[in-house]
């Protein structure tokens, strides 16, 4: 009787370390596979920069909704099409001083 329960047990360990080991491997060999693609893969510079980068979402998306509706209320109450097209132009070239003016933090 304990033959056999120290053949089951020597069974049982031998299969237990054979998982571990495959186990291990698997681990070895994710582990080499991150460290090539950290390698491979160029790192991403988290830093703020550019003009429209400088200000927060919410003024990003102030920018856009005041720029919109600007260019919905020249469509609405201007009747030439030539004046239409020349104002949405004029405005889009003086938004970046509206808003270095109206949103600038350096004072």
């Known amino acids: 009787m304990s033959k ?5 047990r ?3 360990e031998a299969e237990a370390t054979r998982d571990r080991q495959a186990r291990e ?5 994710r582990a080499r596979r991150r460290a090539l693609v950290r390698r491979v893969t160029p790192s991403l510079r988290r830093r703020r920069t550019g003009r429209l980068l400088r200000h927060s979402r919410g003024e990003r ?5 005041l720029t919109l ?5 020249i469509w609405t109450f201007v009747d030439d ?3 239409r097209i020349g104002l949405v132009v004029l405005l889009l070239l ?10 600038d ?3």
Do not use: D, N
């Not at 509706?69 to 209320?73: D, E, F, H, N």
């Open 25 to 29: 491997r698997r681990a070895a060999r």
């Open 94 to 103: 003086v938004l970046p001083a509206i808003v270095v003016i109206a949103l």
């Open 69 to 73: 509706a600007a260019i919905t209320l």
């Open 4 to 8: 056999e329960r120290a053949r089951r």
């Open 10 to 12: 020597a069974a049982r």
């Open 81 to 83: 099409l030539a004046l």
């Open 105 to 107: 933090r350096r004072t």
């Open 61 to 65: 998306a102030a920018i856009v909704m």
